[in-house]
Nanobody, 126 residues
Framework: QVQLVESGGGLVQAGGSLRLSCAAS????????VGWFRQAPGKERECVAA????????YYADSVKGRFTISRDIAKNTVYLQLNSLKPEDTAVYYC???????????????????WGQGTQVTVSS
């Protein structure tokens, strides 16, 4: 399986931006679908963005649509999540997850992803 390491989290004021990185080792990312999930205290882990293994399809949760952007750099074996116009309700631990190939459309079900990173904390102050 691919090993994943997230980075880029931190403390930011509302309206600010962060870029999260998910670096893969062990396997090339070129044939993996990747999802970004987040979990706030007392809440379920939810998928906020995902990209298909081909890179041709993306998904965004309604709560982040227009503010977050998922992208990948195959040469760097890294998937990014750009977070703009951050709100206090975006505060959570953010995880990236990967699965081998999958369908044309990216999955948003956490059960479909066998590989997970350790998470990175994003805190947005009001």
């Amino acid at each position: 399986q691919v090993q994943l390491v997230e980075s880029g989290g931190g403390l930011v004021q509302a309206g600010g931006s962060l870029r999260l990185s998910c670096a893969a080792s062990g396997r090339t990312f070129s044939s993996y679908a990747v999802g970004w999930f987040r979990q706030a205290p007392g809440k379920e882990r939810e998928c906020v963005a995902a990209i298909s293994w081909s890179g041709g399809s993306t998904y965004y949760a309604d709560s982040v649509k227009g503010r977050f952007t998922i992208s990948r750099d195959i040469a760097k074996n890294t998937v990014y999540l750009q977070l703009n116009s951050l709100k206090p309700e975006d505060t959570a631990v953010y995880y990236c997850a990967a699965r081998w190939r999958g369908s044309v459309l990216p999955s948003t079900d956490r059960a479909d992803f066998p590989s997970w990173g350790q998470g990175t904390q994003v805190t947005v102050s009001s």
